[in-house]
């Protein structure tokens, strides 16, 4: 750990201040040995199950088996000092490798001194990893700060407006944005929260999404999930297996970067859209309008005219404006997008219906080629546009895998190391 961590001290670093440092007189000596072992005391979960490796040439929370449960965060960045912003990606990479590992925050939520506010804010003690992945990405915002603006990737695209956007701003943007999933929701979340204590004063939540059952698969051999309008989802997505195509729709590739974007490389595209669901109005609908609409059917998931769920779909038998037809690679060049997506319900909005719907997270090699063409042609003619509302939008390029305990989020855009 580092002594600061952007901007909140650690009680390593408050031992330094002299008011602090004195009054706290002798016990401070012995106090700091037993707050190296309260943080490590403070693992029971580590040796657990269910950790999934931090470490590598791509960012967990990809290719890496979906988990049940989301809590997405966006960043604003709130300071012009460069320093202060990498610190911050150096004191993030630290605690997203502890409690990847289920391990606490620095030293620990309790046991050290009294005086401090305690490192790790403590509600995930005592639970395992549940396969916490947090995976960083960068907005397009954050290239107009730092100097950075001759590193915007060109594959980062403005996503243009679709018709039927309705997007609110207030969850909208942001200059970067932190993917946590877990299979116990309280791990989620206390990973997001305690990012954003550490960034306090560097950094401070735009807005934030909770997700509940995934609504794709990267796992085929699992049973497929099904979204809040009742539909298997993610039947035809990229496995995490899938190493060919994995390489050839998700990870950018040296062969796709220029100057401003060599950093990317290992790195993927992510577009998140929060989808609101017309449930009420889907819920009034016809069995067989449903099914027309996917060109799926509801029982098993099997394509139109097919009786399982994996067989090949004949697209042709589907109604033209039906969404499987729409968005199948078929008819779209190849279009071909890793789709990570979460059902959500924020309670209701005044007027007796549910806010629920998907929040749509989709990774790709370049957005230019995979989110914004595909949405173009959805906006345009899928039957689903009827039944639901895009109302929030961000774009952001996430860089590749932080290799090892040396390394750190950010290092290939901010350090010119390679
Ligand atoms: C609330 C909004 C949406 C719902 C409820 C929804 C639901 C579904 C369902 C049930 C399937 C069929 C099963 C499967 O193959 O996964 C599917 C397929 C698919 N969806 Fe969506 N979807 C939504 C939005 C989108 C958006 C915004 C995109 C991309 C811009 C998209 C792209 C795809 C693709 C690429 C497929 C696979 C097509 C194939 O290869 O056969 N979906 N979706």
């Known amino acids: 750990m580092t002594e600061t961590q952007g901007g909140s001290p650690s009680r390593r670093a408050l031992l330094g201040w002299g008011g602090a440092g004195l ?33 590598g040439a791509h960012q967990a929370g990809i290719a890496t088996p979906v988990q049940d449960r989301l809590h ?20 993030w990479t630290a605690a997203a490798r502890r409690m990847t590992a289920g391990k606490a925050v620095g030293e620990g939520a309790y046991g050290g001194l009294a005086e401090a506010p305690p490192d790790d804010t403590g509600e995930a003690l005592g639970l395992k990893p549940n ?18 603006a001759d590193r915007r990737p ?15 701003r207030s969850r909208t943007g942001g200059d970067l944005c932190v993917q946590a999933c877990a299979d116990d929701p309280q791990v989620a979340v206390h ?3 305690n990012l954003a204590r550490i960034g306090f004063g560097t950094v401070a939540i735009r ?30 997505n990229i496995a995490g297996t899938e190493t060919g195509r994995l390489k050839k729709y998700v990870w950018v590739e040296e062969s796709d970067t220029d ?35 996917f060109g799926r059917d509801k029982r098993e998931g099997a394509p139109v005219g097919k ?8 697209l042709k038998a589907m109604k033209p404006d039906a969404h499987v037809r729409l968005a199948h690679p078929d008819s779209n060049d190849g279009v071909t997008i890793l789709r990570r997506g979460y059902s959500f319900t924020d309670g209701t909005d005044g007027l007796g219906r549910l806010d629920a719907g998907l929040f749509f997270l989709a990774y790709q090699r370049d957005v230019r080629k995979g989110f914004i063409p595909l949405q173009r042609r959805l906006s345009a003619k899928d039957a689903l546009n009827e039944y639901i509302q895009h109302v929030g939008s961000a774009v952001f390029a996430v860089p590749p895998g932080v290799r090892d305990s040396h390394d750190w989020w950010g290092r290939t855009l901010f350090s010119e190391e390679a």
């Not at 965060?73 to 202060?84: G, L, M, Y």
């Open 207 to 236: 807005w934030s999404q909770l997700g509940f059952g995934k609504t794709s698969s990267t796992t085929p051999d699992a049973q497929t999930p099904r979204n809040l309008m009742g539909f298997k989802d993610g039947t035809r």
């Open 131 to 148: 396969r916490l992945t947090l995976t960083l990405g960068f907005g397009p915002s954050l290239f107009e700060r730092f100097g950075l």
């Open 307 to 314: 009786a399982k769920e994996h067989d090949a779909p004949f």
């Open 259 to 293: 100057a401003r974007s060599a950093w990317m490389t290992g790195g993927s595209y992510l577009v998140a859209r929060r989808i609101r669901m017309n449930i009420e109005t889907w819920d009034r609908t016809s069995l067989q309008e449903q099914e027309d609409v």
């Open 191 to 193: 990973a997001i929260r």
């Open 154 to 168: 060109a594959a980062l695209a403005d996503l243009p407006r679709f018709p039927g956007d309705n997007l609110d």
């Open 72 to 91: 997405f965060a966006a960043f604003d960045v709130k300071t012009d000092d460069r320093d202060a912003f990498v610190q911050l990606l150096k004191d």
């Open 23 to 55: 009054a706290l007189g002798a016990a401070v000596a012995g106090g700091a040995v037993a707050m190296a072992e309260a943080g490590d005391d403070l693992d029971p979960a580590a040796d657990a199950g269910g950790a999934v490796e931090f470490h």
